[in-house]
């Protein structure tokens, strides 16, 4: 698991939503190789993708053209997420890493 104290949010992560992008980075950061079976192929065969993505990317669909960051974050759980209590509290770790300085508060 990666651990973290609460003094390791930077300060000006105040928001859910700047949280769930600092999550995001940190774990790429951590675990850019990690991948995860995503579905069979015809044949049978894994096909398999990062666990974490996390990106920027420049949308200019729309008027005025914006920035977005988009993440992924393919987790496993254990099967005891049926029967009890919130999902997090049965997400299965990706490793042990400490949380880069830089990343951190």
């Known amino acids: 698991m990666t651990d973290f104290a609460l003094t390791d949010i930077p300060p000006n992560v105040r ?3 700047k949280l769930a ?3 995001a980075e940190v774990l790429q950061n ?3 190789n990690a991948t995860v079976v995503d579905f069979l192929d015809e044949n049978g065969e894994p096909v398999q ?3 974490i993505q996390s990106n920027k990317f420049f949308y200019d669909a729309v008027a005025p053209a914006e920035w977005r960051h988009a993440s992924r974050m393919a987790l496993r759980i254990t099967n ?3 029967v009890s209590g919130n ?3 049965h997400v299965i770790d990706l490793g042990q890493l ?7 508060a």
């Open 80 to 82: 005891q997420h049926q």
């Open 21 to 23: 992008v600092w999550c």
């Open 30 to 32: 951590l675990y850019p």
């Open 98 to 104: 400490p949380i880069p300085a830089g990343m951190k």
């Open 49 to 51: 993708s990062r666990a």
């Open 87 to 89: 999902v997090y509290n």
């Open 15 to 17: 928001t859910v939503e």
